[in-house]
């Protein structure tokens, strides 16, 4: 009998999948799938700047525009998805940023995605710009000022021809690329935020620093309704009980998130990301682009941009993980982490020999992101983790995370990476030795 070859492409998928359509904030099974992408195939997107723009944008229910999700052709409930990131490319020119404060009076409990117009009381109200500066986002319906968020204390910053500096620049600069901020942020045809350098902030100026770009978001859709940049434990955490329409309970959230929005900078191109699948097709997505960041994004924000990313996706089948594992680049690894080098362990063997060991451990990194309303319960959140998925105990997860590794904090309050040596036995039970072998060679 002929096969029909457009019916079985369909069903495997395609072997690259363009995205450049983004969602309202919002993440979960009614949100349309793209794809599917075949498993082993290659997504390209185009990327938006991720919190400020959505921010001031109230008719974004998320805090984030994140790229529409893409169906991963075999992936199944109870399966993973490992996720190659080959590539991310800024487009940004300039980009503003800082210190936000919640304006009082403008949401129903949660400014990110329960905006409310403080004229008319519109939920979720269209907007329009009127001039730049902090009172520029006017509600389509009544004109009143509706920004749900303004500046303690922000900048504008731009970027070099070759995206490898950035510079704070002075209040002409500021107000120059607010007039063209749509141009300056570099938007894709279909984004809808208002670009935050409308608001033209100036406090810091001409402080130069570098640019290593990363995904602020980056991940697999939640298995029911949740606003984008709530989809981790800390941000979650301000879902449970809330007197809008996207509250959830404690143990749905635990249950439905899958810690797509780490702000970990570590993701970054030519690591591996992977994710649980909680819907069948996985729903994988991204947003959030940073243009750079430092450990914790102790400002609440950091430097958010367009960009386009290259991404290869693998179906792990019965993997059953809770949340993300990540296999960072060696140089992104903390010191004791990383293997050790041919010297080394010729050194340790010789110290071993002295006392009866005739060989050593053979490991290598892992690193298992933990979320949870704070650091500490991130903490207890990333060990149960690492401690389930290699059938170890807490204990020897704590000890080995302290000798040959780190704790090291993602995003405060409540993102963080539990990063060690693991046993390549217990990788390799997991069909997980192939991952780290790739990233870092031969234990």
């Not at 670009?195 to 902030?201: R, Y």
Request: net charge negative; aromatic share 6%.
């Amino acid at each position: 009998m002929a096969v029909d070859r457009a019916e079985v492409g369909v069903k495997q998928g395609q072997q690259t999948v363009f995205v450049d359509t983004f969602t309202n904030g919002l993440l979960g099974p009614e949100v349309a799938m793209l794809g599917p992408v075949a498993n082993g195939g290659h997504i390209v997107w185009n990327s938006t700047p991720g919190c400020w723009g959505p921010m001031i944008t109230p008719s974004i229910r998320g805090g984030h525009e994140v790229s529409q999700p893409v169906s991963v052709a075999e992936a199944a409930v109870g399966d993973a998805v490992a996720i190659r990131i080959k590539d991310i490319e800024v487009t940004s020119l300039a980009t503003a940023s800082g210190n936000d404060q919640p304006m009082e009076g403008r949401f129903n409990g949660d400014p990110y995605c329960a905006p409310v117009c403080p004229g008319c009381g519109t939920e979720w109200p269209e907007t329009r710009l009127e001039g730049i500066g902090p009172e520029a986002i006017r509600c389509a319906v009544c004109g009143a000022d509706a920004t749900p968020f303004t500046f303690t204390n922000g900048y504008t910053i731009a970027f070099d021809e070759l995206h490898t500096m950035g510079l704070t620049v002075p209040e002409d600069a500021a107000e120059s690329f607010a007039r063209e901020s749509a141009r300056f942020a570099a938007l894709p045809g279909n984004s809808v935020q208002n670009p935050i350098l409308t608001f033209a902030p100036h406090d810091i100026v001409a402080l130069a620093t570098r640019v290593r770009p990363f995904l602020g978001q980056l991940g697999t859709s939640p298995s029911t309704t949740i606003p984008d940049s709530h989809n981790a434990g800390d941000f979650g955490s301000f879902l449970i009980g809330a007197p809008h329409r996207y509250a959830l309970g404690a143990q749905e959230l635990q249950e439905h998130k899958t810690d797509g929005h780490m702000d970990v900078d570590a993701v970054r191109a030519g690591s591996i990301l992977i994710c649980p699948v909680k819907l069948d097709g996985a729903g994988v997505y991204l947003g959030d682009m940073h243009a750079l960041q430092g450990d914790g994004e102790i400002a609440g924000h950091t430097c958010d941009v367009s960009g386009t990313v290259t991404l290869q996706v693998e179906v792990v089948k019965g993997l059953g993980i809770d949340g993300p594992i990540l296999f960072p680049l060696p140089e992104d690894l903390p010191f004791l982490a990383r293997p050790l080098s041919g010297e080394e362990r010729m050194r340790a063997l010789a110290l071993g020999r002295r006392y009866g060991v005739e060989e050593l451990e053979e490991s290598l990194p892992i690193s298992v992101i933990g979320t949870g309303p704070d650091l500490n319960s991130a903490t207890d959140n990333g060990l149960a983790r690492a401690a389930e998925l290699l059938a170890l105990s807490v204990p020897e997860v704590k000890n080995r995370a302290t000798i040959a590794g780190a704790i090291e904090i993602g995003r405060h309050p409540g993102v963080i990476q539990v990063t060690f040596r693991a046993p390549a036995g217990a990788l390799e039970s997991r069909g997980l030795l192939g991952y780290a072998i790739e990233q870092y060679g031969q234990p």
